[in-house]
């Protein structure tokens, strides 16, 4: 015999059950609503930045105080890189000196800070490759690139040069002597640092051509490309 | 006969604690499960909201700095308060697009490792270019509205977002012959709030 009061009392408590659990349902939605939206804003943004920089590099021109007519947009970046306080920058701009930036001369935690103020927080989670290669020199080296770990571990991409390069991904077509984005996406991180082991994901790619002017000696079209990735 | 008054209630069972006593077993679960119910309605509620209006600070400021900075290249003419300016033309429109989604902005520039106060910069209307105010005293390196005060309180629904620009400027006393001989790298900073 059921007891007055009980079968209502066990009905209540089923009702506080599935209350509750729609109560944590709609708890749970609320939590994770948006956040992927929020992500894919945050790719875009990721995405305009690295168009805005690349843009804005390629309209540079020269900084105050420099008054020339030329467009150097590859001279600003380096000026803008280190910062004019390097010793090759202002006294002359051949084209070894800028390669000379792969080998570590000029004082390589000023141009890794530089370039870390330069990328933005956007990029401190991300990781990020910069090449630059001659198209009627392809066999100079002429890569600098470097990858962000997080916040003050950068990591330098060591004497990279486009030969090395090219044999490590295979894909770089010999008869246009350009880098492609699918044979850049196709280079393993881990081949450029031993250390590491990334894998480029989600990569953004923009590629520029620029003419280096007579300070560099004579004209270069020289390929720019920005890579970054989810670390 | 003598009528007992006492004996004329009707007689209540013992531990009987009032008309709903035998229901209170019941109740509670479901006043707790209605609680728990409201309380999560409109924790959602809350939070749904909050993220939306984050969204939609996020959008409205890609946006607004998407049309402010345009191909990321901008010039100023200083000798020129008109039409030659082109992030004039860019504010115009992303003041319109501020008002029909409601929203306050601010935006100006920065060096790329500025250490100055994104506030004070745009409390007082400042930008990290030279020769941005033409000799009427209009300001060409500023867009938007500028916030009464930064409180700490307010600053928390602010939402900023910065892009990487070149400006030219042409300073005031340029010929019009002249080249835009000052050129900067920047990064134009929008503040957006509600």
């Known amino acids: 015999m059921i007891a007055r009061g009980q079968a209502s009392f066990?009905?209540?408590?089923?009702?506080?059950?599935?209350?509750?659990?729609?109560?944590?349902?709609?708890?749970?939605?609320?939590?994770?609503?948006?956040?992927?939206?929020?992500?894919?804003?945050?790719n875009t943004i990721d995405l305009d930045y690295t168009n805005s920089l690349m843009n804005a590099l390629l309209h540079a021109k020269y900084e105050t105080g420099e008054k020339t007519s030329g467009n150097y947009p590859v001279k600003e970046f380096v000026i803008q890189a280190v910062k004019r306080e390097l010793s090759f920058v202002g006294s002359s701009y051949t084209k070894d000196k800028l390669i000379s930036l792969n080998s570590h001369t000029y004082g390589e935690t000023k141009l890794k800070q530089t370039l870390k103020e330069l990328m933005g927080p956007v990029f401190y989670q991300k990781g990020l490759i910069f090449l630059m290669t001659d198209i009627d020199k392809p066999n100079d080296k002429f890569v600098y690139c470097l990858f962000h770990e997080t916040g003050d571990n950068l990591e330098y991409c060591s004497d990279s040069g486009f030969t090395e390069i090219k044999d490590i991904s295979g894909h770089i077509s010999k008869k246009e002597n350009v880098f492609s984005a699918s044979s850049l996406l196709a280079i393993p991180i881990n081949k450029l640092n031993t250390n590491k082991d990334k894998t480029p994901s989600n990569t953004t790619t923009k590629i520029a051509t620029f003419i280096i002017d007579e300070n560099f000696r004579e004209k270069r079209h020289v390929k720019m490309t920005l890579m970054l990735w989810d670390l | 006969m003598r009528v007992n008054a006492k004996s004329q209630k009707p007689k209540t069972p013992k531990g009987f604690i009032g008309p709903i006593g035998f229901d209170l077993p019941s109740i509670m679960p479901i006043v707790f499960a209605?609680?728990?119910?409201?309380?999560?309605?409109?924790?959602?509620?809350?939070?749904?909201?909050?993220?939306?209006?984050?969204?939609?600070?996020?959008?409205?400021?890609?946006?607004?700095?998407?049309?402010?900075?345009?191909?990321?290249?901008?010039?100023?003419?200083?000798?020129?308060?008109?039409?030659?300016?082109?992030?004039?033309?860019?504010?115009?429109?992303?003041?319109?697009?501020?008002?029909?989604?409601?929203?306050?902005?601010?935006?100006?520039?920065?060096?790329?490792?500025?250490?100055?106060?994104?506030?004070?910069?745009?409390e007082n209307k400042e930008s990290e270019i030279d020769s941005c105010t033409t000799a009427d005293g209009k300001h060409l390196c500023w867009c938007g509205f500028s916030p009464k005060k930064f409180d700490s309180n307010l600053s928390k629904q602010f939402w900023s977002i910065s892009f990487p620009v070149t400006v030219d400027v042409k300073p005031p006393g340029s010929g019009p012959e002249d080249i835009y001989p000052q050129s900067y790298l920047r990064k134009i900073i929008v503040v957006v709030w509600k």
């Open chain 1, 10 to 42: 066990f009905d209540a408590l089923t009702f506080l059950l599935i209350v509750s659990a729609i109560s944590a349902a709609l708890v749970l939605f609320s939590t994770s609503y948006g956040l992927q939206a929020q992500k894919a804003l945050y």
């Open chain 2, 34 to 122: 209605i609680i728990v119910f409201f309380s999560a309605v409109s924790y959602s509620y809350t939070t749904v909201n909050e993220k939306n209006n984050v969204l939609d600070s996020i959008e409205s400021s890609i946006k607004i700095a998407d049309i402010l900075k345009g191909n990321s290249y901008l010039f100023f003419d200083a000798t020129d308060s008109g039409a030659k300016n082109k992030f004039a033309s860019n504010c115009e429109k992303a003041v319109n697009i501020a008002q029909s989604k409601n929203i306050n902005f601010a935006a100006t520039f920065v060096k790329l490792d500025s250490s100055s106060s994104i506030e004070w910069l745009i």
